[in-house]
């Protein structure tokens, strides 16, 4: 019985489009569904299927042809690799018995079948029997596994190949995890909430055939069938070709194509491909034309994910090279100076700080005309407490409120325990230039004090730093910390975070501006504020966030009152 090949509706509005890919030829074995050829048609680029079983018996279309819907483009022929195997040649030759894949060979004890038979039925069933692992495959580079949001199966159900059975959360992306098969998942031992990592077993699949294995053994026995009886001794061995037949030698990575040259891959396996983080450009393609196919897809993740397996763990970064300093005396003359306990503290921690948080530094400007006038009429006020009513004392204040309002700025992160550690106080370090280096005291509870109890600590510290009497446990514990440049001058600059701190606030000096307000200019004080905090926490949007809270505090003192 034949088959017209007919040219399908290819959505609203579209009338035809132009073959890109080619995937079969005349005299070919093909399975109702199969991708014949794909069409770019100007919206999309969409694969036409074979609409039955059979044979190939012509092809009047060749790749860059044109074609419209409804066009006749060929012509099936036969019942598929069924009528291949009924061919006389095929009956006579008894090496390409073998071959076989009428159902009654397979199925009646009575037809004399030899063992060759028996063991051509154990090859064809490695297609469709036996059971399949589940395994996560790569999910993009330097991603290592994932959490699993939502399982979409249960033991016991039928999947078909391609079929997501869980949903993955990466920390970059949602992920699908295809079923490798079709057939009946008989374990799953994974649950909503694990970790799960690139390379893992996570159930077993009862392969029953189906998806594309079906069709390559059927294409198997038709090149088979066309050769000498001595050449198809070899071919069960090559009957598939998923990834195991080719762990014996690695795969190598495909040849550079030309420039905008299409990959010759379906839609769906280059989707496949994006979504686990696989370029397609670099997988070997086992079919006609070097066509890619989803098991070469997967064949090359999983070589990618071996060779990293195999690689040595990366342990600890290895300290960078020190640069080898010149001989500055044969400039002129020098004088060499040992450094400070303090000056060599600061070196080594603000050297692990640069080198182990990776920072983003947000900046703004704030309109401090109104707290500045605030702050010198409740001066004399502090100086009676026994203080100093500063800027610095009024914004470690705004600081303490604004932790409270955000919580994630006031954590740190543990990497040893993948933990988030979240602190229920409120301390803000000061840094402070001193003749000796940079030290950072830390006022504890602000949240509990008030503006002129923290000026007066201020003081307090300031005193002990001059005699000397700082302590350690004076240095330890802040939860966030503030540098203000401000009485040196400068406007924004990029402050280090202070690990294992998240954040930082950079502080420049107010200046008069004139801002637009109300139709008319009117001159502001304005002062530059730069916020640098740790981006594996904390995201742009929560910084900005963060930022124009304080700003908007600075401007609108009230906001401490009720958000703080």
Not at 348 to 375: K, Y
Not at 408 to 433: M, R
Not at 505 to 528: C, H, N, Y
């Amino acid at each position: 019985m034949a088959t017209d090949i007919i040219v399908p509706s290819l959505g609203e509005g579209v009338e035809g489009g132009e073959i890109i890919n080619l995937s079969v030829a005349v005299g070919d074995s093909v399975t109702e569904g199969q991708t014949l050829f794909e069409l770019e048609t100007g919206k999309a680029t969409v694969e036409v299927p074979a609409p039955a079983d059979g044979v190939i018996e012509s092809l009047d279309v060749s790749e860059g042809d044109t074609i419209k819907v409804d066009q006749k483009i060929g012509r099936l022929s036969g019942e598929g690799a069924g009528a291949e195997a009924a061919d006389p040649t095929d009956q006579t030759e008894p090496s390409d018995q073998t071959e076989q894949t009428d159902p009654s060979d397979q199925t009646d004890p009575s037809d004399g079948s030899d063992g060759s038979d028996e063991s051509d039925t154990s090859d064809a069933s490695d297609d469709s029997g036996g059971d399949e692992p589940v395994v996560i495959p790569a999910l993009g580079e330097g991603v290592e596994g994932g959490t699993v949001v939502t399982v979409l199966v249960s033991v016991g159900d039928t999947v078909s190949e391609g079929q997501p059975l869980m949903e993955l959360e990466t920390g970059k992306a949602t992920v699908d995890l295809p079923a490798p098969c079709t057939g009946i998942l008989k374990s799953l031992d994974i649950r909503e909430g694990d970790e799960g990592k690139v390379g893992d077993t996570v159930g077993v699949i009862e392969n029953t055939g189906g998806g594309s294995k079906p069709k390559k053994a059927k294409a198997s026995a038709k090149s088979d069938s066309s050769k000498p009886a001595g050449a198809s001794a070899p071919k069960p061995a090559q009957k598939s070709n998923e990834a195991p037949a080719r762990q014996d030698a690695p795969l190598k990575a495909a040849a550079k194509r030309p420039d905008h040259s299409p990959v010759p891959a379906a839609p769906s396996v280059r989707k496949f491909a994006r979504e686990i983080g696989v370029d397609i450009n670099e997988v070997p393609g086992s079919g006609p034309k070097d066509r890619i196919s989803l098991a070469d897809v997967k064949a090359w993740s999983k070589q990618l994910h071996q060779q990293k397996a195999a690689a040595p763990a990366a342990g600890p970064s290895a300290p960078l090279k020190k640069v080898p300093l010149p001989d500055f005396s044969a400039f002129g003359k020098i004088e060499r100076e040992k450094m400070s306990t303090i000056r060599k503290m600061t070196v080594e921690h603000m050297d692990n700080c640069w080198s182990t948080i990776p920072h983003v530094t947000q900046f703004d400007d704030a309109d401090v005309t109104d707290l500045e006038a605030l702050r010198k009429s409740f001066q004399p006020k502090a100086e009676k407490a026994g203080g100093k009513l500063t800027m610095t004392a009024m914004l470690i204040k705004i600081l303490g409120s604004a932790l409270k309002a955000f919580p994630n700025f006031n954590a740190s992160i543990d990497l040893d325990a993948q933990e988030i550690v979240f602190k229920k106080y409120i301390n803000v370090g000061c840094a402070v230039d001193t003749p000796k280096g940079l030290v950072v005291p830390v006022l504890r509870d602000v949240n509990t004090k008030n503006m002129i109890e923290i000026s007066k600590e201020l003081g307090d510290i300031a005193g002990k730093m001059r005699d000397g009497k700082i302590s350690p446990a004076l240095l330890q514990g802040g939860c966030i910390t503030i540098s203000n440049l401000g009485g040196l001058g400068g406007k924004h600059f990029t402050p280090i975070v202070n690990g294992p701190e998240v954040a930082i606030l950079g502080v420049g000096r107010a200046s008069m501006k004139p801002v637009w307000i109300d139709g008319k200019f009117e001159p502001r004080m304005l002062m530059p504020l730069s916020l640098s905090y740790d981006h594996r926490l904390i995201d742009g949007a929560d910084g900005t966030r963060f930022l124009r809270w304080i700003v908007d505090a600075i401007e609108q003192p009230l906001l401490i009152s009720l958000e703080g």
